[in-house]
């Protein structure tokens, strides 16, 4: 079994930065990939980064550069870098692994908003 747990999410101004977390607990850490999904209203929910267990990353175009994915595996805890926020990275962001089936975190609110 799996658990994950986000924080970090908040209100942030156009240009702004923003930190998440997401800590696991109940698996071997260092051997999972590690994903951050995010869902807006009316949208299906996307990959935005994934990290492997070798620190290999991968992201969607609209946030390279911007966002950094990264890991601490003595924390057992993945983040979320963000910066030079845009107003259509308004969603609820949530923390992916898979063992076996997919596992999801209870989500965390990003909103980016003037």
């Known amino acids: 079994q799996v658990q994950l747990v986000e924080s970090g999410g908040g209100l942030v101004q156009p240009g702004g930065s923003l930190r998440l977390s997401c800590a696991a607990s109940g698996s071997i850490f260092s051997a999972r990939t590690m994903g951050w999904y995010r869902q807006a209203p009316g949208q299906e929910r996307e990959l935005v980064a994934r990290?492997?267990?070798?620190?290999?990353?991968t992201y969607v175009d609209s946030v390279k550069g911007r966002f950094t994915i990264s890991r601490d595996n003595a924390k057992n805890t993945v983040y979320l870098e963000m910066n030079n926020l845009k107003p259509e990275d308004t969603a609820v962001y949530y923390c992916?692994?898979?063992?076996?089936?997919?596992?999801w975190g209870q989500g965390t609110q990003v909103a980016v908003s003037s």
């Open positions: 992916n692994t898979i063992l076996g089936r997919n596992f």
């Open positions: 990290i492997t267990p070798d620190g290999g990353t």
